[in-house]
């Protein structure tokens, strides 16, 4: 228990495996811990068309282990291991960082959080038994797969509505739920919708179930108002209803926002020194693996120039 | 003439790249432009090792044509020809964007800057008569004329130390003269060095004259702490000291810092709406692939995002 690293990472998706790779070309003591399977959000996607460098897309899991196998090579282990909080220890003149595991602890100069987020579920009936078959949580990633096909989209925000529109240009027809009659998302998008034949809207209602066999093929629509029931068919159901940092082991420790996203500046500092945060955990506009990837590392950058002024 | 593109890309370097890759995907009317070679300057470099998704590394070249073949797979041109400069045209309630080329010019409404840098002079005696008679700015290109011989290489960041190595394998020996007394590189590449009886260091000191007849000859090296002068025979002098934006064609016209890189915000918005700026032609802490490409993608959706709300 005496090791002190000089950095450990949470998580490992494309933000904590890039900052992996990173730390160890910069020669730290670093290791990545992961609570659930390498590969972070993404791999809830089969396939993945808009990372640079893989012409005509890669399965989601294949560059993940790309991803994992470089950073093998350096010599950083990953181990699954869930952290349960953070505690920080001044020493005379230097400061270290517990992390509390289930079972015992790890102490490191300096942590960066690559926790990610997960998209809200509906929490229906046939929505985890259909994702991949047609429930997705991603447009940009899965759109190309629902050319020519009727799908729906859950949500009225902007997320939902810019995916929307997305879809539609692959999509036969785009069915937008959502539960209230007005959207929340701004007016500008929404009048993009209304110029755009492919997308029409079902207010006042919710997706109850998502039906298929081995596919999806229809979702039960309740109206909330009249409490009618009725199904629509479709091949895809896009679930925008939010994304979810997941950072409850951090609260009260780190500043985030109300939804629980981590505050960083540009050089992913978070509000305590040496505790960095990258990709989907942390508050920013665009959500994408790249962004993820060069978010690590940066955080990797500004943790070896912490380490080198300490 | 009467075409108006939606964006036009200034650059086919990984940032320019993948700005293309994204602005695709978002439905717009896009166009590349690159003056010099699909690539950007990391082609240059032989090999890349720390771009995510590549275990073992992969050729910069092969890499960088799988970003192309990226691009042209989502109809995107890529045409070889040098912007000259920007001029803006405001009408009755839209702006355009005029971009002139050496024989025509083209009318688009939003434009990505991702022009890149160009390797940094030392601005000594001797350097710009020798180019190509021994001065060299790119290891991968120039090494096989220097099997066997004695070369000094200038510089002491990661590519410095990466080029020193590659060269390593041609050269009887490299001698690496930096301005400091420790290295800025990455600690897995001082250690490579470590192990290669054929590299050796000399540091506090600058080269200060290059020197020979036809070809180089030798340098002249001053200790920067004592002020004491030698001379060192070499039939090469490679120079890896930084690297300035070609951003010439701008200026006067997006706000720059005093060495040329274009300022943005995070979503690589510059000081005129409508024009964004990503990669290494920008202000920024860390010039990577990586995080280039990252950049080309955010500018692309703030792009697009202005798109709509025109």
Redesign the interface.
């Known amino acids: 228990m005496s090791q002190v690293y000089d950095t450990v990472i949470i998580g490992a998706g494309?933000a904590g495996?890039?900052a992996g790779?990173?730390a160890?070309?910069?020669?730290l003591q670093a290791l990545i811990l992961e609570k659930l399977a390498v590969g972070g959000q993404i791999i809830l996607s089969s396939t993945i068309?808009?990372?640079?460098?893989?012409?005509?897309g890669i399965s989601t899991f294949e560059?993940m282990d790309?991803?994992k196998?470089?950073v093998e090579?350096?010599n950083i282990k990953i181990e699954e291991k869930q952290v349960r909080g953070i505690e920080v220890e001044e020493k005379s003149n230097s400061r270290v960082y517990r992390l509390q595991l289930p079972d015992t602890y790890l102490q490191t100069k300096t942590v960066i959080v690559a926790s990610g987020a997960q998209p809200k579920k509906l929490g229906i009936k046939g929505e985890d038994e259909f994702i991949g078959k047609g429930v997705s949580y991603c447009g940009?990633c899965d759109a190309p797969f629902f050319r020519d096909k009727e799908i729906v989209v859950v949500g009225g925000g902007d997320r939902a509505i810019e995916e929307a529109i997305?879809l539609s240009?692959y999509a036969r027809k785009v069915t937008i739920v959502h539960r209230r009659n007005e959207l929340r998302a701004a007016k500008?998008?929404i009048k993009?919708t209304q110029n755009n034949p492919k997308i029409n809207f079902v207010f006042d209602s919710v997706v109850e179930e998502i039906q298929g066999e081995n596919n999806v093929r229809s979702v039960l629509i309740k109206n909330v108002k009249t409490n009618s029931q009725t199904t629509l068919s479709c091949a895809g159901v896009f679930i925008f209803v939010g994304i979810q940092p997941n950072t409850g082991f951090l609260k009260n420790f780190l500043e985030m926002d109300k939804l629980g996203f981590i505050i960083t500046d540009?050089?992913m500092q978070t509000s305590k020194v040496g505790i960095f945060a990258c990709g989907d955990c942390r508050k920013?506009?665009?959500y994408?693996v790249?962004?993820a990837?060069?978010?690590g590392?940066?955080a990797a950058?500004s943790c070896h120039k912490y380490l080198m002024d300490e």
Chains 1, 2 share one sequence.
Do not use: M, S, V, W
């Open positions: 494309p495996l890039t790779i990173y160890a070309r910069f020669g068309e808009n990372y640079p460098g893989f012409p005509g560059l790309k991803f196998t470089q090579q350096l940009t997305f240009h500008i998008l993009k540009d050089k920013k506009d665009f994408q790249i962004t990837c060069a978010e590392a940066i950058n």
